[in-house]
């Protein structure tokens, strides 16, 4: 069964760095892409980069470029979202997410996890 | 890249049929044969039910389906039932130099 496992949430102040994770099973981590999509409260979807584990070649939204860094390991099957120095408006909700090609849908999500940044 | 249109809501009672539409531009919906269509339940993670316009993944009810005139794409939900209750995305592939475009969103309310 294909798994995707994302680590829990967080509460962090202003300015604070985050690293999230996401862990995959049940299929050859390095064969598909791992996507990052934002969900701020009460909002929708949003692309915010994407990273190939096979090769590391990562994407971002120009919208999210400069803002956080994607990144994997594939000898743990991890991929990974940061942040140097989180924004009040950074508080949302994030998935990741699993395809095997930019043409092809998101098949197998995170379960999420949720940021938020406050005083 | 601009977010596809939804409505914000519709709504039906058990038993109705309920559409709900995804207008996008020639870039992205009219462009390619690449809408998806994602469940989303309060609290909960999305999940896929229909991609390349009008394919449902294994698991997914019949009663759920998709179409596409132009620029605009379309879930229709047959049957409804209690469970159909969410959120639903549209989804679309907009060219090689872009990451995709979701919809803003279509809450469904089962009457």
């Known amino acids: 069964e294909v798994q995707l496992v994302q680590s829990g949430a967080e509460v962090k102040k202003p300015g604070e760095s985050l690293k999230i994770s996401c862990k995959g099973s049940g299929y050859t981590f390095t064969t598909y892409w791992i996507g990052w999509v934002r969900q701020m409260p009460g909002k929708g979807l949003e692309w915010m980069g994407i990273?190939?584990?096979?090769?590391?070649?990562?994407r971002y939204s120009p919208s999210f470029q400069g803002q956080v860094t994607i990144s994997a390991d594939k000898s743990i099957s991890t991929a990974y979202l940061q942040w140097s120095s989180l924004k009040a408006s950074d508080t949302a909700m994030y998935y990741c997410?699993?395809?095997?090609?930019?043409?092809?849908?998101?098949?197998?999500w995170g379960q999420g996890t949720l940021v938020t940044v406050s005083s | 890249q601009s977010a596809l249109t939804q409505p914000p809501s519709a709504s039906g009672s058990p038993g109705q049929s309920v559409t709900i539409s995804c207008t996008g531009s020639?870039?992205?919906?009219?462009?390619?044969?690449?809408v998806s269509w994602y469940q989303q339940h309060p609290g909960k993670a999305p999940k896929l039910m229909i991609y390349e316009v009008s394919k449902r993944p294994s698991g997914v009810p019949d009663r759920f389906s998709g179409s596409k005139s132009g620029n605009t794409a379309s879930l229709t939900v047959s049957g409804l039932q209690a469970e159909d209750e969410a959120d639903y995305y549209c989804s679309s592939y907009a060219g090689s130099n872009n990451l995709g475009v979701f919809g803003g969103g279509t809450e469904l309310t089962v009457l």
């Open positions: 997410a699993r395809r095997s090609t930019a043409t092809r849908p998101v098949d197998s």
């Open positions: 990273i190939y584990p096979g090769d590391s070649n990562t």
């Open positions: 020639s870039s992205d919906v009219g462009g390619y044969n690449y």
